[in-house]
């Protein structure tokens, strides 16, 4: 059997081990994937401890993405942005697909990202990757509450394109200079804080992506609905890296119809519950 896993903390809001048992299943892989909860402090022993039992694949969620980078070996697009979010474990290689996955979401919802102006919330692992995504085909708007990491991804991604700051206690000051919002915070995610990441004021005829999938009707995702916003669900971009991350591990495309299934019917059971 074939073992693999998502590491993150807190993870119970994890919906990758459903999607990818799922596809285990329909194309009938001996393998099982697992959610670990992994403390900051205990990540380096979480990863050769995988390796040590056998795992062949990670994900890798909040809040490891950047400090996962120290352990691995970086291929493709992790090289740059520094982020990773799939582990070949025994190789020790890191690659990100969230970056892919982002892009492929934003497409299949007929979204014209190249030269829009593009407010993206957040500094952290998922905001890097797309970030470096959107590099030199929008122009971006970085704000994040912690001034310094904000500084840091403008200055990274500034190299690839054009990038500024913002500080995030005046975004009022962007309602109407910004053509999509991008929501890479947890807030709204369930077993975070279930508050708006923004402004109500500024989401206002734009397009409005929340990359928070655990509920699929975040409280950004609702106002931008009421706002008559273009919306565009998090549950995609998870379902797009995740078949990014099965291929890197198989060499081939998994069934993504099968994964979405799986993800909404997991999400629309603990809605009811």
């Known amino acids: 059997m074939l073992y693999f896993g998502v590491i993150g903390h807190p993870i119970s809001h994890s919906a990758s081990p459903v999607m990818h048992n799922a596809v ?34 990670l994900n890798v969620t909040i809040p490891h993405k950047e400090e996962i980078t120290k352990y691995l070996k970086l291929r493709g697009l992790a090289e740059r942005i520094r982020a990773v979010n799939t582990v070949d474990v025994q190789s020790l290689e890191g690659y990100n697909t969230d970056a892919t996955g982002a892009l492929r979401t934003l497409e299949s919802y007929n979204v014209d990202y190249k030269d829009k102006v593009v407010l993206i919330v957040g500094a952290g692992g998922v905001a890097r990757a797309i970030a470096f995504a959107l590099a030199g085909k929008s122009t971006l708007i970085i704000t994040n509450r912690t001034e310094s990491r904000g500084l840091k991804l403008v200055e990274d991604v500034r190299v690839y394109g054009d ?51 655990n509920p699929i009707e975040t409280p ?34 998994p069934p993504i119809e099968v994964m979405k299934k799986a993800v909404m019917d997991f999400l629309q059971s603990i809605s009811t519950s």
């Not at 995610?189 to 004021?201: D, H, K, N, Q, W």
């Open 163 to 213: 990038c500024v700051f913002h500080p995030y206690d005046r975004l009022e000051e962007l309602r109407g200079k910004f053509d999509i919002l991008i929501n890479c915070t947890p807030l709204g995610m369930r077993g975070f804080e279930s508050r708006l990441p923004v402004p109500e004021s500024i989401v206002e005829n734009v397009v409005v992506f929340d990359t928070v999938y």
């Open 24 to 57: 285990f299943r329909t194309l009938n892989i001996d393998a099982i994937y697992l959610a670990f909860d992994v403390k900051p402090e205990s990540l380096r022993e979480a990863l050769f401890g995988a390796k040590a039992l056998g795992f062949k694949g």
């Open 220 to 253: 950004l995702i609702k106002l931008a609905k009421k706002r008559d916003c273009k919306v565009v669900y998090g549950l995609d971009m998870l379902v797009y890296q995740g078949a990014e991350a099965f291929k890197i591990w198989f060499g081939f495309d």
